[in-house]
């Protein structure tokens, strides 16, 4: 097997790249020092997270002065999303730290007076212009595929700005706004997508790339191929505990109660619908675009207990390659030895076994009451603050677990009403949505205005959006209840429980103005 050189400052999850890249047949030497990069052939510089504090990392440890000793020797090199940004003269993102340089041009954030921001889920990477022979593919892109991306700054797109000065360019659009999504010259090639995320599309572009093949033969035109521009994304979700046998496997809940109903062969046990590595590959070759797993057993003693899970995660991001998302668990905690162990520290055992994103759910619900208690002052101290932080705010998911509390007049309660279409049992009119924790069996005085608005605040990227009342009951999502956290915050909503059938796919994207889909125990 061929040697590709991976440069890791602790970017995130860059066991999914490692596991791409052996995928299409090559192996893994890590830059550990600065001075290893003179021994690199083809040098890959991944990252997630914010562009100051990368670039400050770069520069802290040394590795600045030996990357540019690489491009300019004219050797193979690769750099993914923030390794895109790099090679730019700077970002909106912090304006106090310069880029490379080695591209013109600055980032800047998307608007989100018109959409949600992060830009996650698949797009396109569309070349500007024509290769040397008409049709050619470059580095495997090619219109009509979709790509994986997640972030906040883009580099805006200026016609004939790049070409001019010999740069080849493969743009995308979110809303109204063009941006770089890949570019290359000679040498170097970067794309602000994560082609270690892009399923087929991704690996074609690693394989181009490590085989030298900048321009290809022309691929196959794509029948009714998707346009241009984010799609809305489809997920699978996985609910993983241990059955009666101590066994880790996928379940599904009904109003988030996973046991058998009396009545079966099987009253009271663990719904078991399969083993947890087997259905996250099935549903990625089913076409889902992204796989949660959701251990609602969590940790029993201590994170770094929970072997199985980790191993999980390993053995899905050898086969999966689309983005993996895990929740349960991340929290401070005490070892079994007795000493701490941070939320963060659990959330990076998670990024180097596969997770590209982890999920809070309780303890968001704490660090919002207590949001609120301060008057609306971060603390800096919570989970949300520390994690996306360090690995970006796209890192962030937390997940709602809300249950409708039906009123006649809004004067009844203080927090915010909606009118329903779907009276309450005495013909309440009006309802308001209280945030649950462990599990939906515990209710605060927090409403799902309340919590959404909080999380934003302190660095959430998602909200993963359940519904008690629909979970469970395959007659579709809650469109009310998505449709008012919508109204309340820019990032990206991802509308869950009560999906049965495809129809309601599309009617949550028809109806609401949700970024994503997640379904559960849809076999």
């Avoid at 321009?215 to 799609?231: F, N």
């Amino acid at each position: 097997m061929s040697v590709v050189h991976l440069l890791d400052y602790v970017a995130g999850n860059v066991r999914s790249l490692v596991n791409a890249i052996e995928k299409v047949g090559y192996t893994i030497e890590w830059i550990k020092r600065p001075e290893d990069i003179e021994n690199a052939q083809s040098l890959i510089l991944p990252g997630v997270g914010h562009f100051g504090h990368c670039l400050s990392q770069f520069d802290k440890a040394g590795y600045l002065k030996w990357i540019r000793k690489h491009l300019e020797a004219g050797k193979p090199f690769l750099g993914i999303c923030v390794g895109l940004q790099a090679l730019f003269e700077g970002s909106e993102e912090n304006p106090t730290v310069p880029g490379l340089s080695i591209i013109p041009g600055r980032l800047f954030r998307f608007d989100d007076h018109e959409k949600s921001v992060p830009h996650i889920g698949w797009n396109s990477a569309m070349l500007v212009q024509a290769g040397p022979v008409c049709g050619q593919s470059f580095y495997g892109l090619q219109d009509g595929s979709k790509y994986y991306y997640v972030h906040s700054y883009a580099v805006p797109y200026r016609q004939g700005l790049l070409e001019a000065a010999g740069w080849t360019v493969a743009t995308a659009k979110y809303g109204s706004e063009e941006f770089v999504g890949a570019i290359g010259r000679q040498n170097i090639l970067a794309t602000q997508f994560h082609p270690e995320k892009s399923g087929t599309a991704g690996l074609r572009l690693l394989k181009a790339f490590l085989q030298g093949h900048q321009w290809g033969a022309p691929l196959p035109s794509m029948l009714c191929g998707p346009g241009q521009g984010l799609t809305r994304r489809v997920i699978a979700c996985l609910d993983v505990r241990t059955n009666d046998h101590g066994d880790l496997v996928v379940t599904k809940g009904d109003q988030y109660d996973v046991r058998q109903r009396t009545g079966t062969t099987t009253a009271g046990l663990v719904r078991n619908l399969g083993k947890p590595v087997d259905m996250a590959r099935k549903y990625y070759e089913q076409g889902a675009d992204e796989i949660t797993f959701l251990n609602i057993t969590s940790f029993r003693n201590c994170p770094l207990a929970d072997l199985p899970m980790l191993e999980i995660l390993r053995q899905t991001a050898k086969t999966v390659f689309v983005p993996l998302t895990i929740g349960g668990g991340i929290r401070d905690t005490v070892d079994a030895d007795g000493s701490m162990v941070s939320a963060i520290d659990v959330a990076s055992i998670y990024f180097k076994s596969g997770a590209d994103k982890v999920s809070i759910g309780s303890d968001a619900v704490v660090a919002a009451l207590q949001y609120y208690q301060n008057g609306k002052r971060l603390s800096g101290r919570t989970a949300i603050e520390a994690i996306s932080a360090a690995y970006g705010i796209q890192a962030v998911v937390v997940s709602v677990d809300p249950k409708r509390v039906y009123v006649r007049s809004s004067n009844d309660t203080e927090h915010k009403t909606i009118q329903t279409s779907y009276p309450g049992p005495n013909g309440e009119g009006l309802c308001w949505y209280q945030c649950t924790v462990k599990g939906g069996r515990e209710s605060t005085d927090l409403d799902v205005q309340q919590l959404v608005e909080a999380v934003e605040a302190m660095g959430a990227g998602e909200i993963l959006l359940n519904c008690i009342d629909k979970d469970g009951s395959n007659s579709g999502f809650d469109l009310e209840l998505i449709q008012a956290v919508k109204d309340c915050v820019t990032i990206p909503v991802i509308a869950s429980s009560g999906a049965g059938t495809p129809a309601h796919f599309v009617e949550v994207f028809t109806r609401t103005c949700a970024d994503a889909a997640l379904g559960a125990g849809m076999v």
